[in-house]
């Protein structure tokens, strides 16, 4: 390992040992970065073209179109926030300089955990408005009222929000574990992250009662909805599991003496960090995942399969010619064009 230039304070701050800056940046970390901007970038393109789907289709009622475009808005911010985390990480590891300040990387991190905390609650939200559908059968898909909808994803937002404003709150006064690179530190603490979880994890049991209960009585406008909601509850397990590994490391660490938490941070999540980035995977997959999901409703698979060109079954022009011919070799069947035009023609022959 090299040595640490003592000419440049602003290194100094934010690293440990004698790293250098690309070694702050593990060659593991390296590798699954790389992965991740690749999925990262998949994500974001495929969330715009079904914003621009659900946009499009009539099928489906204006609140539930709005809360499925929030959640893709959410995955496509998520993905644009995990970049401008990950490349200045990859510039430092590939080029030895770092090229961000605190205050960008904190944005960052700040504009990641907001959309996080949003897309939590897209499984709650759907199922809410869901319920109030249900509820509200007699007029409600009849209606194209939209406050509901608003309300739902104005919570959703607000709760994320409020998830950052936390977090900085209960920052304040308190030393991080120890000093990385801007845009490795953690501008969040385990005690607010463990509340925010718990928080989520019980409005998402609630919907999963909902849920249940709505399937059990064969609710329509759920079924065709299922892959999207499995999904969605898939990913809740997941995130919960992968974040509460991690509020347990620091809340393991920051009992231990001062002296002793960098061997332990090391020890256990690696130099690099490398074990919270499992999350970081499997958050980027259920945002490519949702959009799968949402292929499964008959109308929105069409319309995705539209964008490709190959939306109808087949060709007219291959298709057999099914008109039934008379005697007299006329068409005995006809489209509704058609059959009006015999009926005229057929008065214009009785009244010669």
């Known amino acids: 390992m090299s040595t640490v230039p003592q000419n440049r304070p602003e290194y100094?701050?934010?690293?440990?040992?004698?790293?250098?800056l690309d070694e702050m940046?593990?060659?593991p970390n390296f590798i699954i970065f790389i992965f991740e901007l690749f999925?990262?970038?998949?994500?974001?393109?495929?969330n715009l073209m079904f914003i621009t789907i659900i946009s499009n289709t009539t099928t489906l009622h204006r609140n539930l179109r709005i809360?499925?475009?929030?959640?893709?808005?959410?995955?496509?911010?998520?993905?644009?926030?995990?970049?401008?985390?990950l490349v200045p990480l990859i510039i430092s590891y590939l080029f030895n300089i770092e090229i961000t300040t605190t205050t960008y990387c904190w944005l960052a991190k700040s504009l990641h955990h907001w959309v996080l905390g949003a897309s939590g609650l897209s499984f709650f939200v759907l199922v809410m408005e869901r319920s109030l559908a249900s509820f509200l059968y007699q007029s409600y898909?009849?209606?194209s009222c939209y406050q509901s909808g608003f309300i739902l994803t104005g919570f959703q937002w607000s709760y994320g929000l409020l998830i950052v404003v936390a977090n900085q709150l209960d920052l304040m006064g308190t030393p991080r574990i120890y000093p990385r690179l801007p845009c490795q530190i953690e501008y969040s603490t385990a005690r607010a992250i463990g509340v925010f979880v718990a928080a989520g994890f019980c409005l998402n049991i609630v919907a999963v009662l909902t849920f249940r209960k709505m399937i059990s009585e064969n609710v329509k406008s759920i079924s065709l909805l299922v892959p999207v909601i499995v999904?969605?509850?898939?990913s809740n397990i997941v995130s919960t599991l992968t974040i509460s590994v991690n509020v347990i490391v620091y809340i393991f660490v920051r009992e231990t003496p001062e002296s002793q938490r960098i061997s332990v941070m090391t020890l256990v999540t690696g130099r690099g960090n490398e074990i919270s980035q499992i999350y970081d995977i499997c958050a980027v997959l259920c945002?490519?995942?949702f959009c799968w999901a949402i292929r499964s409703h008959p109308d929105l698979h069409k319309k995705w399969k539209s964008l490709f060109g190959n939306s109808k079954i087949g060709p007219k022009a291959d298709r057999p010619n099914l008109d039934v011919m008379g005697l007299d070799g006329k068409k005995l069947t006809f489209t509704v064009i058609e059959e009006t035009q015999h009926h005229f023609d057929s008065l214009a022959e009785?009244?010669?």
Not at 12 to 20: L, Y
Not at 41 to 46: L, N
């Open 25 to 27: 940046v593990t060659t």
């Open 287 to 289: 945002k490519i995942a």
């Open 350 to 352: 009785i009244w010669k």
């Open 67 to 85: 809360l499925l475009i929030s959640n893709c808005v959410a995955d496509a911010i998520y993905a644009i926030s995990r970049y401008m985390i």
């Open 12 to 20: 100094n701050r934010f690293t440990t040992g004698n790293f250098s």
């Open 39 to 46: 999925l990262c970038f998949i994500a974001f393109f495929i």
């Open 231 to 234: 999904v969605m509850i898939i």
């Open 141 to 143: 898909e009849t209606q």
